[in-house]
């Protein structure tokens, strides 16, 4: 099953302006993390926020964590056409007889449109 | 390419009839992921091995879905007897005992 929510389903920008997604989960996490995927192709990480984190950065990409709302937002400054995608986030849940390995539970994705 | 590979990357089928799809995970990655995704949803975990072992797998993975990894390297996921309802992406994903996981292109898979 999907673990959380992102929000909203569907965003259409202009070039230059920003993208700001939000994601909401269920359960407790160690960490959470954020992965664009182009259609029909394969995902890519983008960042990874560790619970005890509030709020980090990478190039134009700015995530924040609110553990106690259980929810991630994920801003994309100065868009670009090339940042048309779908953007999902992703917790990491426990995979209880694999000692420290843990699966990513993603939530339904964000469709992100920028034109020119 | 040093990244994750999958062959092939699109598949279609005839219900009934089998596939089975390779993944090939970055070299000395031991932990192998596979997810599926289907339309509009996002991954879904389906299996994990660390080297040969498979220690997990999500009742997702019903018995008709067989997934190996014999030398603790490349992997492959079998469908027997394939239903409608199979048709999805398959993505697969590695990693080396880091919390991020690398993903392959996926397989597509249409079953008519």
């Known amino acids: 099953s999907q673990q959380g929510e992102e929000d909203p389903q569907a965003l259409s920008i202009q070039e230059g302006e920003n993208a700001t997604m939000n994601c909401s989960y269920k359960t407790s996490i160690n960490n959470l993390q954020w992965y664009r995927q182009n259609s029909g192709r394969g995902l890519v990480h983008l960042i990874l926020?560790?619970?005890?984190?509030r709020e980090k950065h990478s190039g134009r990409l700015r995530v924040t964590l609110d553990t106690s709302k259980k929810s991630s937002s994920l801003l994309i400054t100065a868009s670009r056409a090339a940042d048309t995608a779908s953007y999902f986030c992703?917790?990491?849940?426990?995979?209880?007889?694999?000692?420290?390995?843990?699966?990513?539970?993603f939530g339904t994705g964000t469709r992100l449109q920028v034109t020119l | 390419d040093t990244g994750v590979s999958q062959d092939p990357r699109h598949k279609i089928t005839k219900r009934g009839q089998n596939v089975t799809f390779r993944c090939d995970p970055i070299?000395?990655?031991?932990?192998l992921y596979w997810y599926r995704q289907t339309l509009g949803q996002g991954p879904e975990f389906l299996t994990y091995?660390?080297?040969?072992?498979?220690?997990?797998k999500s009742r997702l993975l019903s018995d008709r879905f067989s997934a190996e990894r014999p030398k603790g390297s490349f992997s492959t996921l079998e469908i027997q007897r394939t239903e409608q309802g199979d048709s999805a992406m398959y993505l697969c994903a590695s990693t080396g005992g880091g919390e991020t996981q690398y993903f392959g292109p996926g397989t597509r898979l249409l079953v008519l």
């Open positions: 992703a917790t990491d849940s426990p995979l209880f007889r694999a000692g420290t390995a843990s699966k990513l539970t």
């Open positions: 070299s000395e990655h031991n932990r």
């Open positions: 926020i560790r619970s005890n984190e």
């Open positions: 091995f660390q080297n040969e072992a498979q220690l997990e």
